[in-house]
């Protein structure tokens, strides 16, 4: 019996028990009176196959042949890349030109079979949430339903999705009023409406800061575009024409997978089409099982910190441990930092398993069929409102911070869990550059479009070293192996403004190794010739390494933002062509432009007005070194010193090369005795472990740093800083005792501080004029 407390008396009574009848009366009137659908939470914790449905149960009793499903497949993976090409080429968005979309093509019940060969696997891998919402909440209902030649939009993640700038167009294939798959296709659109342009904003404090927060709902009825909602749609966004050509783009071809599936199935039939899906799922499953078996049981921990909540300098944790026992693989992320409920760097767990699902298909088994079932076998555990797992009401609008380093949790120790293993499926790989460093824009155009978006040079990311050569320069993003870094000039045509240096890779920034990580270039741009233009950054890493190296590689450097204020560099080159010569180390330290104002800070830079001719700054990461840099061959260094890519420095200092600087030759005696003495200081400086711990680990964070996760191998609790009227205190506490946590505006406390010493100075001063009277 439940004891409750009655407020009117100060006795208690006990709870009547409902009837069966009352109990259906008060169930009814909840299901008749909801007041609105949010993402429901069986659906969104789950990322696990479905069970067989009766009818794929009929399909595959009768049998089918192996070989007629493999040809299903391919002749579905061809009508995937058809789409996914037809996308490519005739988008509007900046990441429909460059490759940042997908299409694929789903169970009835939202399972994802099979992905297009190219394109962004995240976007697709995510995607079984909208279907399954679209399948219990509204094929049944009565003022939505499902029929063919619908079209379902979404992108709000809490329901299913990387991010909210990307749209997704999801449609049904039926036979007798039953639906037996479904294509989707996704783009990464950019503008969306959000307190930023571009999409993805580094400044919101609430959800309603994200942008366009689309459940999923129905814009395309029986094959025509309702104008209605399209209308709406593009009054929300700063960019309405790019809100319709993608949409109209992305409708075209889900039609015309449509078209290849609706072949396939006249040759093949209902049945054997429907099985060879469902087969495919499966098959994928039993497959990773095995492999998961192969593996050696035993655990791996890897600990990621961000360094940034892209508003202030923080330390934010990412736990993640690995364990594997037979078949049984799990991912635990028990220990990651709380969620922060007014900084955008929070992300849904939907978002965060979908980038580990990247690191699967490509990193882990890219031999499988693309088929998300490929995680199905793998359990996740996670606590909610931690910024990895964030809750409905935390924002979202840079989300990626998270669920990139979720890639990074199963990409990086992936190469200590397989090294062992005789089969691999793939290259042991040190890590992945995994931060967006490129530029956000918005404003007015040449052409008078107001339009918000981003440069596809987030595309190119370094890659990490193998186990047998260096990684690939600026190679691609860790999202998309297949996608393209643009071409500016195309870009100039379109947007008022110049990337005066692009592409040209920076001096030393590489993972020095054995094999060093592929090598990321800077970029600089300024504005000309627009009546309001900006610029956004949303990265961390300026003071903490974003990604480590493998097996004593170093991992990537650290990238501040660069600024040159107060100055129009066009109208000094115009007169003097010399003062052509950029770049960040050179304007930075020769400082070249009199009265210019020079500036460097974290890559959270909210949306910037940027003057006709002010210098923005930045680079492209490089991916993870592997190896001892002292193994690698004094050839391959010298190759680098000669081209540029290191300074001496770098060669003396952490390759122990010498050389004849006046042809390059080698010295190989006296790099001998440099790689020896370096050998004998490092065991000079070695102590035995339990000393070493004893002068290293500390009970907790210094006071003075802003930290949020778990400390030491307890995950259990938490540390945060939480500020009050009194000031920020640090906290010690479960995440679901943990307070709402809030950062405050980095402007109040500069005002604040600024008060105070204009107090001080007032005080300063008035004390003197008492003195002087």
């Given amino acids: 019996m439940t004891i409750i407390n009655d407020p009117s008396t100060t006795t208690q009574r006990p709870k009547r028990e409902l009837s069966e009848q009352e109990q259906k009366w008060v ?46 497949r391919k002749r579905i993976a061809g009508a995937l890349d058809e789409g996914f090409e037809m996308m490519e080429a005739t988008g509007a968005a900046p990441g429909a030109k460059w490759g940042d979309l997908t299409t694929a093509i789903y169970t009835a019940e939202g399972d994802v079979a099979y992905l297009s060969c190219h394109g962004v696997i995240a976007f697709s891998a995510i995607l079984h949430h909208p279907i399954r919402f679209i399948n219990k909440y509204w094929k049944d209902e009565p003022t939505v339903g499902i029929n063919p030649g619908d079209g379902f939009i979404h992108n709000d993640a809490r329901y299913g999705n990387v991010h909210n700038t990307d749209q997704s167009m999801i ?64 009054h929300s966004v700063r960019d309405p024409k790019l809100q319709l050509a993608d949409l109209k783009v992305k409708i075209g071809s889900v039609n015309r997978i449509i078209e290849r599936v609706d072949r396939i199935i006249e040759e093949v039939g209902t049945e054997e089409f429907v099985g060879a899906l469902r087969l495919t799922v499966e098959d994928v499953e039993t497959e990773v099982r095995r492999r998961i078996r192969e593996l050696p049981d035993g655990t791996v921990r890897f600990n990621q910190f961000m360094d940034s909540t892209l508003r202030e300098n923080v330390l934010l944790k990412v736990s993640a441990k690995i364990t594997i026992k037979g078949e049984k693989m799990t991912v635990d992320l028990r220990g990651s930092g709380s969620e922060i409920l007014n900084r955008a760097i929070n992300s849904p767990l939907c978002s965060v398993k979908s980038m580990m699902m990247q690191a699967i298909l490509a990193f882990w088994w890219p031999d499988l069929p693309r088929s998300t079932s490929s995680m199905s076998p793998i359990e996740i555990i996670s606590d909610e409102h931690t910024w990895t797992d964030a809750g409905y009401d935390a924002p979202m609008g840079q989300s990626l911070q998270a669920s990139f380093r979720a890639f990074s949790a199963l990409q990086n120790p992936w190469a200590k869990i397989q090294f062992s293993t005789p089969e691999k499926y793939s290259n042991v790989i ?6 967006i460093n490129t530029f956000l824009w918005g404003g007015v155009t040449q052409h008078g479009d107001q339009v918000g978006n981003l440069c596809a040079d987030l595309n190119g990311m370094g890659g990490g070293a193998k186990a047998f050569r260096d990684g690939e320069d600026a ?27 692009s592409k040209r890779i ?3 920034n590489q993972g020095f190794g054995k094999f060093r990580g592929g090598m990321g270039y800077e970029m600089i741009v300024a504005a000309e010739n627009t009546p309001m233009w900006g610029f956004m950054t949303v990265t961390s890493g300026a003071k903490f390494p974003s990604i480590s190296g493998s097996f004593g590689g170093y991992g990537c450097n650290t990238y501040p933002l660069s600024r ?6 066009y109208d000094i080159m115009r007169k003097d062509p010399s003062k052509f010569d950029l770049s960040i180390e050179k304007v930075m ?13 974290h890559m959270g830079l909210q949306f910037d007005i940027a003057k006709d001719g002010e210098l923005y700054m930045i680079s492209q990461g490089t991916g993870g070194g592997y190896g001892d840099p002292l193994d690698r061959e004094p050839e391959m260094v010298i190759a680098d010193l000669e081209l540029d890519r290191i300074s001496p420095k770098v060669a003396t200092e952490i390759y122990k090369v010498a050389w004849d600087p006046s042809n390059f030759v080698i010295d190989v005696a006296e790099t001998q005795r440099l790689r020896d003495a370096e ?21 907790g964070p210094a006071e003075d740093l802003l930290y949020y996760g778990s400390w030491g191998d307890d995950t259990d609790e938490l540390v945060a800083t939480h500020f009050t009227n009194e000031g920020p205190q640090r906290i010690v506490a479960k995440v679901e005792d943990l307070p709402i946590i809030l950062m405050p505006d980095p402007k109040d406390l500069e005002i604040a501080e600024l008060k105070a010493r204009v107090g001080e100075l007032e005080d300063r001063h008035d004390d003197h004029q008492h003195r002087l009277r």
């Fill in 27 to 72: 169930d009814q009137f909840m299901d008749e009176t909801t007041l609105f659908l949010g993402p429901d939470p069986e659906i969104m914790r789950s990322h696990h196959i479905t069970d067989r449905t009766d009818f794929e149960d009929r399909c595959i009793d009768g049998g089918i042949d192996p070989l007629r499903v493999d040809r299903i």
């Fill in 564 to 569: 040159v204020k107060g100055v129009n560099v």
């Fill in 430 to 435: 040190a890590p992945w550059f995994n931060q």
């Fill in 506 to 508: 920076v001096r030393d």
């Fill in 679 to 699: 050998r004998a200081a490092r065991i000079s400086r070695g102590r035995p472990y339990h000393e070493f711990v004893e002068e290293f680990v500390t009970e």
């Fill in 589 to 601: 330290n020769e400082q070249p432009f009199e009265g210019a104002d020079y500036s460097t800070s």
């Fill in 171 to 234: 449609s049904p294939i039926m036979r007798d009023g039953k639906i037996i798959a479904w294509v989707a296709a996704t783009i990464h659109e950019g503008e969306n409406g959000a307190c930023e342009p571009g999409g993805m904003p580094s400044g919101s404090q609430t959800p309603f800061d994200d942008g366009l927060r689309m459940s999923p709902f129905k814009i395309v009825e029986r094959g025509e575009l309702r104008r209605d909602l399209l209308t709406f749609l593009q």
């Fill in 475 to 501: 190679v691609s993003p860790l999202f998309c192996a297949m996608a393209d870094t643009a071409e500016q000039e195309v870009m100039e045509e379109e947007v008022p403004f110049m990337q005066l240096v």
